[in-house]
């Protein structure tokens, strides 16, 4: 069965600071990755995604996640925080193959200070 | 494009009452799918459906159904309503291929369902 795990429910860091998300799943073979920001009151928005090969993936707003395979991690970061970058952060895994089911981790919430 | 609109934005509903949240999208997506929203839960997957006429549960499907008859449309039912089914309800669409599914998905902005 698929699984993610977000083990962190808040993450706090100063503006100006690097930030770190984390990210771990459970999933038979090779995964697709997926991470999403989620603003107040607002549905989720997709910020990258590792399909394969290079094992830092780039995405939205300076964001970027780096696969790792024998940690089965998936950590979003960031070089410098912006107060505006303070939202909801999901990750989701989707396993290879036929199967439609995309899980999602329970969320970890960033808060930037400036 | 509109993108994945859901109707209604809000909705409070008795205990045994049924009801239908509706979604569409204007993107030709095969890949749509339901998830609830709770606190602590983060998003869990209700139902999903890889084209017309195909659906699956997902990792919560009781008290939810759900038909495909069209590409645009994915209706979610709730046959009888209990107060365990408040929740917020997003709607997500993706292109598919049927082998991949490398494709990230695009939600709607939600529906807040309380049961009373």
């Known amino acids: 069965a698929q699984s993610v795990a977000q083990p962190e429910d808040q993450v706090n860091v100063a503006e100006g600071n690097p930030l770190t998300v984390k990210c771990t799943y459970s999933v038979s073979g090779n995964p697709y990755l997926f991470w999403y920001v989620q603003y107040p009151n607002r549905g989720l928005q997709f910020l990258l995604k590792?399909?394969?090969?290079?094992?830092l993936v780039k995405g939205s707003y300076g964001f970027e996640a780096e696969f790792n395979k024998s940690q089965t991690s998936f950590h979003l970061k960031k070089p410098s925080a912006l107060v505006s970058d303070s939202a909801l952060y999901f990750c989701?895994?989707?396993?290879?193959?036929?199967?439609?089911?995309?899980?999602f981790g329970q969320g970890t919430t960033l808060q930037v200070k400036p | 494009n509109a993108g994945v609109t859901q109707t209604p934005k809000f909705q409070v509903l008795k205990t045994g009452q049924s009801m239908t949240l509706q979604c569409a999208q204007d993107?030709?997506?095969?890949?749509m799918s339901w998830y609830r929203q709770d606190p602590g839960m983060g998003l869990r997957l209700i139902h999903y459906s890889v084209g017309a006429g195909i659906t699956d549960q997902g990792e919560v499907p009781n008290g939810y159904n759900v038909s495909r008859s069209t590409t645009e449309d994915f209706p979610l039912r709730l046959l009888s309503a209990a107060p365990s089914q408040t929740s917020v309800y997003f709607c997500a669409s993706s292109l598919w291929t049927g082998t991949s599914g490398s494709y990230e998905q695009y939600f709607g902005p939600g529906t807040r369902l309380t049961v009373t």
């Open positions: 590792y399909i394969t090969g290079d094992n």
């Open positions: 989701a895994v989707r396993a290879r193959g036929n199967t439609g089911k995309l899980i």
């Open positions: 993107m030709n997506h095969e890949y």
